[in-house]
């Protein structure tokens, strides 16, 4: 069992940056793919950012390219969603999720790839 907990969400205006963290408890941390995905009123839930199991392949959700970054910390079980050039349009409340059944190169991106989720945090930003 894998707990997730996301923090560092809040309001900023628009091209500012925020870092969320998603601090992982139980099971073994280098051995899960972990995955954002974020969620506004009305609308699904999509895909932002995954990183593999092993060897930390990344992968981003087309509308964050060259602004978003997701990277791991083996030794803080931790996994960070650095988001620079922030627009109206990333408004959300982002998850973040665990999966141990992916392969090890691979960057999951569908929600139901993962198995376990965070409570999520709120990320406004105002124009």
């Known amino acids: 069992q894998v707990s997730l907990a996301e923090s560092g969400g809040g309001l900023v205006q628009a091209g500012a940056s925020l870092r969320l963290s998603c601090a992982a408890s139980g099971g073994t941390f280098n051995k899960v793919a972990i995955g954002w995905f974020r969620r506004t009123p009305g609308k699904e839930r999509e895909f932002v950012a995954s990183?593999?199991?092993?060897?930390?392949?990344?992968s981003l959700a087309d509308s964050v390219v060259g602004r978003f970054t997701i990277s791991r910390d083996s030794a803080k079980n931790t996994v960070y969603l650095r988001m620079d050039s922030l627009k109206p349009d990333d408004t959300a409340v982002y998850y973040c999720a665990a999966t141990t059944r992916s392969g090890i190169f691979h960057t999951p991106s569908n929600e139901g790839d993962f198995d376990y989720w965070g409570q999520g945090t709120q990320v406004t930003v105002s124009s």
């Open positions: 990183i593999s199991r092993e060897y930390n392949k990344t």
